[in-house]
């Protein structure tokens, strides 16, 4: 028999299912010389909800799970005609924050961050797209005796509001069906 221990269970798993559809899981981008992975590793960014790394430039290849490092001049100029470049779009510029030159984590609400690691000219920029559409907590963990910590990054744009996600037909056709046998349930103990 379907007792009401059973329905609340059930209702719990439909409410989370349906909550897990519409949630958002963080992406972490293992960032190297090479995409995916063949070069010397530099580190992970961690975004608290989904981005992506940029890992072919020409025409933009973007990856969920790495980042390929480039050689940017460090100096707001490059940075923007760099990124500009990559987006098709056209900034008028970027807001810079100097990192702590070790491991370090931030929020931005922007589009893209460009972050520069190490003290060095050479392959040590990579560029962070938001696809979460909101604000995203990110982690830099730099390799142990790397001298790969965070230089600097420059935020470019804002992301956009992200559009409500409609909840799929069948979960209202679920929670519908809980309901009818919640009625049914009490219709069986008032007979």
Not at 164 to 173: E, K, M, Q, R, S
Request: contains cysteine; aromatic residues 8%; hydrophobic residues 45%.
């Amino acid at each position: 028999m379907f007792g009401f221990g059973n329905f609340k269970t059930l209702a719990a798993a439909a409410v989370l299912a349906m909550a897990a559809g519409v949630a958002g899981a963080a992406t972490v981008l293992t960032v190297d010389d090479t995409y995916p992975g063949a070069g010397a590793l530099a580190g992970t960014a961690t975004c608290s909800q989904t981005c992506a790394g940029l890992v072919a430039i020409g025409t933009p290849v973007w990856a969920k799970d790495g980042a390929k490092l480039f050689t940017v001049k460090p100096n707001d100029e490059n940075q923007l005609k760099f990124v500009n470049l990559v987006t098709g779009l056209n900034f008028v510029s970027g807001t810079k924050t100097n990192g702590s030159g070790g491991n370090m984590s931030f929020a931005t609400n922007a589009l893209y961050i460009l972050m520069k690691i190490g003290g060095g000219k050479e392959n040590q920029t990579f560029l962070i797209h938001n696809t979460w559409g909101q604000g995203l907590n990110i982690a830099w963990l730099a390799v142990s005796k790397g001298g790969n910590g965070l230089s600097h990054y420059t935020e470019f744009g804002s992301a956009p509001p992200l559009v409500p996600v409609p909840v799929p037909a069948a979960g209202l056709l679920l929670l519908g069906a809980l309901g009818g046998l919640a009625v049914l349930r009490r219709r069986r103990r008032a007979a």
